[in-house]
Antibody
Framework: EVQLVESGGGLVQPGKSLRLSCAASGFNFDDYAMHWVRQAPGKGLEWVSGINWDSSDIAYADSVMGRFTISRDNAKQSLFLQMNNLRPEDTAFYYC???????????????WGQGSLVTVSS | IVMSQTPLSLSVTPGQPASISCKSSQTLLRSDGKSYLNWYLQRPGQPPQLLIHEASKRFSGVPDRFSGSGSGTDFTLKISRVEAEDVGVYYCMQSIQLFTFGGGTKVEIK
């Protein structure tokens, strides 16, 4: 059974940093690209970032480019999102998500974790 | 790419059909003949779950009352007979140029 468990969310002041983690299990982690998608409370979905199987292809939404960094550790079956210079508008549930492609490329989003809430407020 | 969904909300009697439209600002049709459009359902308090990918392919375990159609820039999700468990917000998402979601359509039961 595929499982994605996010951690690291919480309350942080504007301008500060936070690192999200996602522990994956139930599938061959290093065969798949992974994503972060966020959802402000009561709002719609926004793709944040994606990383292919070997970290050679990484993409970001314009809204987080230069502030957020996605990474992965295949040996530990883990995905990360380093978030710097956080803004109030970054407040959201952050979902870790598994790509649908078995070729490890950024293709489409198949399975989502339960999410971790990040609140940016003074 | 901008994704637009209509209607914003839908109230449906159980057993009746429902239809949601999604339009993209650019074609989602690639040279391989596939349209890169997914549909997701987010039930209250839950993460989204994949229903349809590549415009019309039902994902594993999805009931056959859900169907997707369309190509290019115009797409439709149809539920042939709505059930109580279909309540939630439906999102379309394009994956031909990174990833963009529609604003969502809230489905409730009458």
């Amino acid at each position: 059974e595929v499982q994605l468990v996010e951690s690291g969310g919480g309350l942080v002041q504007p301008g500060k940093s936070l690192r999200l983690s996602c522990a994956a299990s139930g599938f061959n982690f290093d065969d798949y690209a992974m994503h972060w998608v966020r959802q402000a409370p009561g709002k719609g979905l926004e793709w944040v970032s994606g990383i292919n199987w070997d970290s050679s292809d990484i993409a970001y939404a314009d809204s987080v480019m230069g502030r957020f960094t996605i990474s992965r550790d295949n040996a530990k079956q883990s995905l990360f999102l380093q978030m710097n210079n956080l803004r109030p508008e970054d407040t959201a549930f952050y979902y870790c998500a598994k790509d649908i492609s078995v070729f490890g490329v950024l293709a489409s989003i198949e399975f989502w974790g339960q999410g971790s809430l990040v609140t940016v407020s003074s | 790419i901008v994704m637009s969904q209509t209607p914003l909300s839908l109230s449906v009697t159980p057993g009746q059909p429902a239809s949601i439209s999604c339009k993209s600002s650019q074609t989602l049709l690639r040279s391989d003949g596939k349209s890169y459009l997914n549909w997701y359902l987010q039930r209250p308090g839950q993460p989204p779950q994949l229903l349809i990918h590549e415009a019309s392919k039902r994902f594993s375990g999805v009931p056959d009352r859900f169907s997707g159609s369309g190509s290019g820039t115009d797409f439709t999700l149809k539920i042939s007979r709505v059930e109580a468990e279909d309540v939630g917000v439906y999102y379309c998402m394009q994956s031909i140029q990174l990833f963009t979601f529609g604003g969502g359509t809230k489905v409730e039961i009458k």
